[in-house]
């Protein structure tokens, strides 16, 4: 059976359909697209990003096994149709545009192929997508962090190695030019900054097969969980506090990037415009606790062990991102990690209170509940595990202390809360997605 034919017997008549037509939208609009801008130039066709309206498709895919997204099928019969639609090659090349950002190279179907029937050329590129379906892996590069390369390297791996997921770390200096001689073993000469370069070091990877496209939202889900899970154990068991600005750098994180592509991905600034599951997997390893300035983490021998004992507690979140696309996903663990990450970085003591407070409404207060907002809390947390409806009392009333006064004072006593509050919120997600398994 070929590929084009196991995808639609895998996902139905009804799903492929709906492909299809999204294809059909996405020529009429490419069709319609001004092919000059306002100065003359040649004005590419930029298709739409579609992954948001595909979510359930998504999950069907990955159910499914397909190691493929439903972008890439939308992709190859947009740019089939594209092909039969327009009427000259410089037309097609300019309405087809470059896709996004993962796309396919190989994808730009050739103008002579418009010899072969529509249904042929259709074969013949869901072949090739089979074809792509390789094992690749995702790198994000990792800063603002204070460490020894050799040590990190070894609490890396000693975390992956409990895990028993395929993350892999390039850290270590002297480990990396052996690594890039397993890589391309015939280069001339090797050097620690070209390998260096080749890996993004120091960087944390995702190893996953699939097409391009599956493999950055599928790796991107893993590598965005494992650094927020992190930099929050890394918050909540620091190695050092640091009370002033010096040699702090706070890093933007870089588009994340495939291994092997020797490309290093430009910083992204505008990750706030995106839905939690939806941002880039930040490296950025900086916080902030409560003295109005960030600092580095510190990670070292001095809080090890109680960093990898945290993370590797929480295994049961990454057991959910194999299918990253279920709802418990994207609905709680996504968001709830995000607004905890905030709470780490933001530097008012005050706003890190409401921040926590709004994770538990996230986690407990139905959807469009705007009142009584408090005693869903209390009902959830007393579900889960009543022996911290007591914290919860001491974190509600420093919470209304702030709204009212417009200040917490800092102290230890509220530091100590902050820590221990965001650790049993952690604990309360681990309960939650526990208990929904039961059901």
């Not at 009392?393 to 702030?402: A, G, H, M, V």
């Not at 919120?425 to 681990?430: D, F, W």
């Amino acid at each position: 059976m070929d590929f084009l034919s196991r995808i639609k017997k895998t996902i139905g008549p009804a799903v492929y359909y709906k492909l299809e037509k999204i294809a059909d939208i996405e020529v009429s609009l490419a069709l319609n697209f001004s092919l000059k801008d306002t100065e003359g130039n040649d004005n590419y066709y930029r298709p739409r990003f579609l992954i948001p309206d595909l979510l359930a498709e998504c999950e069907l895919f990955e159910r499914c096994q397909l190691n493929i997204s439903p972008v890439d099928v939308v992709n190859i019969l947009f740019k089939c149709k594209l092909l039969f639609a327009c009427n000259s090659e410089p037309e097609y090349r300019i309405r087809a545009g470059n896709g996004s950002f993962v796309d396919e190279v190989h994808f730009l179907i050739p103008w002579d192929k418009k010899v072969l029937s529509p249904e042929a050329v259709r074969h013949e590129y869901f072949e090739r997508l089979n074809a792509f379906i390789i094992e690749r892996t995702l790198l994000v590069e990792i800063s603002s962090f204070h460490n020894d390369f050799h040590e990190l390297q070894s609490f890396f791996d000693k975390i992956f190695q409990n895990l028993r997921f395929p993350f892999k770390a390039f850290i270590n200096e002297s480990q990396l030019v052996e690594l890039r001689k397993k890589y391309d073993p015939k280069l001339i000469t090797y050097s620690v900054d070209d390998a260096k370069r080749f890996f993004n070091a120091p960087s944390i990877a995702f190893t996953t097969s699939g097409s391009s496209q599956y493999s950055f939202w599928y790796a991107s889900a893993w590598l965005r969980t494992f650094l927020s899970l992190l930099k929050i154990s890394g918050f909540i068991h620091p190695g050092q506090i640091e009370f002033t600005n010096s040699e702090i750098d706070a890093m933007v994180p870089t588009f994340p990037t495939f291994l092997g592509t020797n490309a290093k991905g430009g910083y992204c600034w505008d990750e706030d415009k995106k839905e939690p599951w939806e941002k880039f997997p930040d490296g950025c390893l900086w916080r902030s606790h409560g003295y109005r300035t960030i600092t580095k983490i510190w990670l070292d021998n001095r809080n090890f062990n109680a960093i990898s004992k945290h993370l590797i507690s929480y295994k049961s979140i990454f057991e959910i991102i194999t299918n990253p696309w279920n709802k418990r996903y994207l609905s709680d663990i996504a968001p709830t990690l995000d607004i905890l990450c905030s709470a780490t970085h933001i530097q008012e003591l005050g706003a890190k209170i409401l921040l926590i407070y709004c994770c538990l409404e996230h986690l407990f207060v139905p959807l469009n509940v705007r009142s009584g907002n408090k005693k869903y809390i209390l009902g959830g947390i007393h579900a889960l595990n009543s022996e911290f409806i007591e914290w919860f009392d001491r974190l509600y009333k420093l919470r209304c202390d702030y709204a009212h006064k417009g200040f917490v004072k800092r102290e230890d006593k509220t530091l100590k809360l902050v820590f221990e509050s965001i650790s049993n919120i952690l604990e309360l997600l681990k309960l939650k997605i526990n208990s929904n398994r039961l059901i």
